[in-house]
């Protein structure tokens, strides 16, 4: 606004300067008894004239808003389900630097805390974001939404009230097949961060929909893992190699496409060894391309290709302090005793829905 008024001044300045220039020419040239050659000094103060004009018409023209091209920010669809604010807004945060490194440690965590972390080497050379997908955003991709909103919270398997911390020391154990962080750590502390701000928007103790993985019906079968090798080779094998072993990045320490089984998989004391976790993760977001919405796999499918990896061989993990109370053990945790009489091998290939029926009838004696 300041620009154009002082162009404005200076030109009106230069128009009153050649109009007294003018006329000294003019009374010079009749005492010298000379022509006055008056064009050019016309044609001078026409162009300023014009000059003055541009200058105040644009002190009044307002741009076409319609035409004006809005700062680009993320929006959500609108399908009911939750989504995780705009990664954009980080920076504003008072917390900003521990967030955005929160974020690089689930989204490139072996490049941190893998065999050849720069920071530690905890980890298989997986990343968090392996299993929570699009770093722990995206809507039934085993996200992060309500984390913040349900810890502390008491969980079965361990028998005790847990915090976030020790929910995501549970993941690098089990998942990542490594050992804890400490709890004081800034790497913990920048994944706390980061998984308070993904569920900053949800209410405390409610839970999101959308939030962590999607629930599969029981197939009225046991999950086929010789069916479920067909599935896998006729859709996972582009990325996760015909061997299972995935596909490493060009830096050789970090996985493109992780490993479904073998010494640097998930062990089986993981949360996706259990097989309605993996079946819903696959069913959701695999293959590559598949959504929620638009899935590539039938139930069934998703089922048994979810069989087929979890019959592959992979790191063990010390189970015996899981499950003090045997009732809270979900039916499809593959591992004995159980308070019931089916097999281990219906607890981990089902068919799941005898089990579950015959808890509810179990349940249903014991009220009063």
Known sequence: MFAPLILLACALLVLLWLRA??????????????????????????AVGLLIVAIVASLFWEPDKAKEVPVVMATQ???GLWHAPDSMLIPSLPNAELVIYGRQLVQNTANFLGPQGSVDRRTNGMNCQNCHLDAGTRPWGNNYGSVASLYPKFRERSGTKETVVKRVNDCIERSLNG???????????AIVSYIAWVGSAVPKGEKAAGAG??????????ADPVRGKNV??????????PDGQGKRNADGRTYLYPPLWGPDS????????RLSRIAGYVKANMPQGATWARPQLTDAEAWDVAAYVNS???PAKDLSADWPNLAGKPIDHPFGPYT????EAQHKYGPFGPIAEARAASANTKKP
Not at 213 to 222: G, N, T, V
Not at 232 to 241: D, E, L, R, Y
Request: aromatic fraction near 10%.
């Open 179 to 189: 050992i804890a962080l400490d709890s004081t750590s800034r790497e913990m502390r």
């Open 77 to 79: 669809p609108d399908d």
């Open 312 to 314: 592959r061989t992979r």
């Open 232 to 241: 896998f080779i006729a859709k996972c094998i582009t990325c996760h190699n």
């Open 213 to 222: 993985l999607m629930e599969l019906a029981y197939l009225d079968r046991a």
């Open 266 to 273: 998930y062990n089986h004391g993981a949360g996706l060894y």
């Open 21 to 46: 220039l003018d006329g000294a020419s003019r009374i010079l040239s009749e005492r010298a008894a000379v022509p006055y050659a008056a064009g050019l000094a016309r044609w001078s103060q026409r």
């Open 340 to 343: 019931d009489t089916f097999p």
